[in-house]
């Protein structure tokens, strides 16, 4: 089975601070993503990876940066958070077929 | 470009009566859709998806598919709901403008009542 994991379930930051947000797959696939998900918004992609060091942005990439040194590892940071900054936050893994494999995902909150 | 539109963020069912939850995708292309669920505190999980093959598609938990190019819906059916599919439901397209872009829907959150 694939297995997507993600450092933290739950983050409690306060405004201005740098938040790293981990993701780990074991499926050796290329393609990784980071979302946010927000009530009747659906998932909006911040940024996705398409091989190490390689990195493009989504819709929503204000705020953010991303670093993928190693295969299995896509990081999302924030420079500085922000209270708008607060939502749940996925990682994805993508297979060869586009299937996607999430983690369990990390609810990051921003005071 | 391409978009998905979930046509209810609700639904309501009682169990062991069909459920129907509804989708509408915009394409350029022959699109490939999917349907993931994700229940409460989880990750989303692959119920389903089409590929252009057969337009019927079976998924996992008795969910299936149909895809219908004349309308360019997707919807999502099952015959009998149980209570463990009370669960949030997102239709997706895949984009093909290099291939890489994934554009979720609003979702839909479904409700089963004993």
């Known amino acids: 089975d694939v297995k997507v994991t993600q450092s933290s379930r739950y983050l409690v930051k306060r405004t201005g601070e740098k938040v790293f947000l981990e993701c780990v797959q074991d499926?050796?696939?290329?393609?990784m993503f980071w979302y946010r998900q927000d009530p009747g918004l659906g998932l909006r992609l911040i940024y996705f990876?398409?091989?190490?060091?390689?990195?493009e942005k989504g819709d929503i990439p204000e705020g953010y940066s991303v670093s993928r040194e190693k295969k299995e590892r896509f990081s999302l940071i924030l420079e500085s958070a922000s209270t708008n900054q607060t939502s749940m936050y996925l990682c994805?893994?993508?297979?060869?077929?586009?299937?996607?494999?999430f983690g369990p995902g990390t609810r990051l909150t921003v005071t | 470009a391409q978009s998905v539109t979930q046509l209810d963020s609700h639904v309501s069912v009682s169990e062991g009566t069909p459920v129907l939850l509804r989708c509408n995708y915009s394409?350029?292309?022959?699109?490939?859709l999917f349907w993931y669920v994700q229940h409460p505190n989880k990750g989303l999980q692959l119920l389903l998806k089409?590929?252009?093959?057969?337009?019927l598609v079976k998924g996992i938990n008795g969910f299936e598919a149909e895809f219908k190019k004349s309308e360019t819906s997707f919807h999502l059916t099952k015959p009998s709901a149980h209570m463990s599919d009370a669960a949030e439901y997102f239709c997706?397209?895949?984009?093909?403008?290099?291939?890489?872009?994934?554009?979720f829907g609003a979702g839909t959150r479904l409700f089963v009542k004993a």
């Open positions: 994805a893994s993508r297979a060869p077929n586009y299937e996607q494999y």
């Open positions: 499926m050796d696939h290329e393609n």
């Open positions: 990876s398409y091989d190490v060091k390689m990195k």
């Open positions: 394409s350029s292309y022959s699109p490939s």
């Open positions: 089409y590929t252009s093959a057969a337009t």
């Open positions: 997706v397209v895949r984009g093909l403008g290099g291939g890489f872009k994934t554009i």
